[in-house]
């Protein structure tokens, strides 16, 4: 695999993927030939892969997935601690952003990002913003 993007040792959240792409282009350079992204998803890879292969297919950079549940992955973030591969983290439940946000992992989210999102759909530490919802009725 090519050269990793640059990144702060910390990682990047976010509960959906409306919010990525911007935001991965912006981690991107000029020249992205031989870069590689690395995903940790709690997201379905049935539903997500697509917006990967799209996003692959824009800008050059190569994004290599771990897919599992996100309260493993997030243990997983937890266990890996600063020395964690991952450059981004999309999860299925607030608790396992939370987890991995009170350790300290997640960088703060650009101005750019959280202001696509309402302030109620985003961490105290602007560090994670959900962007899916999910209604469940009787």
């Known amino acids: ?32 030939e031989g870069q590689s992204l690395v995903v ?6 049935e539903f997500i892969a697509p917006f990967f292969a799209e996003f692959t297919e824009q800008t050059g950079i190569q994004v290599d997935v771990r897919y599992g549940d996100s309260a493993a992955l997030a243990a997983q973030i937890l266990e890996e601690g600063e020395n964690s591969p991952a450059d981004l983290f999309l999860a299925q439940d607030a608790g396992s952003l939370g987890a991995v946000s009170a350790a300290g992992l997640l960088r ?20 994670w913003i959900g962007i899916t919802g999910r209604a469940r009725v009787f």
Not at 16 to 27: K, Y
Not at 40 to 45: F, L, N, P
């Open 40 to 45: 940790y998803s709690g997201r379905s890879e």
């Open 108 to 127: 703060p989210l650009e101005q750019s990002i959280l202001g696509k999102v309402e302030t109620k759909y985003q961490s105290v530490n602007q560090d």
């Open 1 to 32: 695999m090519g050269s990793k993007l640059s990144k702060s040792r910390t990682i990047l959240a976010i509960a959906g993927f409306a919010a990525i792409a911007s935001t991965l282009v912006g981690c991107s350079s000029d020249s992205s």
